[in-house]
């Protein structure tokens, strides 16, 4: 069972270049995330997506695009990187049930993305 | 003002003593808080979460939250150098299908034996 899988794990892009962050989960979760953490920011979402065929804006989309591909996969894309995309990129998860029990967050093990 | 404030650290404390994390809030609708641990270059892992006010322990761990002060805490009794790590307060205001996290910026823990 391998939770939360995130590609690729570390990343240089130059100004400009495109790039896609792809994420898949294996524990039939309905919800997917993706967050940025920035020192000093803590972690900030970008966009999510409730279930399979819906995406919604979190905090911080500017400069993103993002892909429920299926009930599995979540993918984000940079489609033109600027410096102040640099930053350490999570997936999560979470089971999206009708009932709350705190512990359905899971994260991956993050994306190391720097833009020159 | 950031809905959630959580002091940075760094905070170093010897082996065995108890450490106490805590964060402040202003947004009175969060009625679930979270705690997670994120060990360098990894990502977090929830660690403790509580509704409401109250307190909940777990092993060498209790989350306290007080809603009337919108505080909210960590103790670690017994710390041990394998607690070293960043430790993160998370809240919601949860309704179905939008289990959206506001996270403090997290507090950086060293545990020296």
């Known amino acids: 069972n391998a939770g939360v899988t995130q590609t690729p794990k570390f990343q240089v892009l130059k100004t400009g270049q495109s790039m896609t962050l792809q994420c898949a989960q294996d524990m039939n979760h309905n919800s997917m995330y993706w967050y940025r953490q920035d020192p000093g920011m803590g972690l900030r979402l970008i966009y999510y997506?409730?279930?399979?065929?819906?995406?919604d804006k979190g905090e911080v989309p500017n400069g993103y695009n993002v892909s429920r591909l299926n009930k599995r996969e979540f993918s984000l894309r940079l489609e033109s990187a600027a410096p102040s995309q640099t930053s350490v990129y999570f997936c999560?998860?979470?089971?999206?049930?009708?009932?709350?029990?705190?512990?359905?967050?899971?994260f991956g093990e993050g994306s190391w993305l720097t833009v020159v | 003002q950031k809905e959630v404030e959580q002091d940075p650290g760094p905070l170093s404390v010897p082996e065995g003593a108890i450490v106490s994390l805590n964060c402040t809030y202003s947004n009175s609708a969060f009625q679930y808080f979270m705690w997670y641990r994120q060990y360098s270059r990894k990502g977090p892992e929830l660690l403790m979460y509580?509704?409401?006010?109250g307190n909940k322990e777990d092993g060498r761990f209790t989350a306290q939250v007080d809603k009337s002060s919108k505080y909210i805490s960590l103790f670690i009794r017994d710390s041990q150098p394998s607690d070293s790590a960043t430790y993160l307060c998370?809240?919601?205001?949860?309704?179905?299908?939008?289990?959206?996290?506001?996270f403090g910026t997290g507090t950086r823990l060293t545990i020296i034996p």
């Open positions: 999560a998860s979470s089971g999206g049930d009708s009932t709350y029990s705190g512990n359905t967050i899971y």
């Open positions: 997506s409730a279930s399979e065929g819906t995406t």
């Open positions: 998370a809240m919601s205001q949860w309704t179905f299908g939008n289990e959206k996290l506001t």
């Open positions: 509580t509704y409401s006010s």
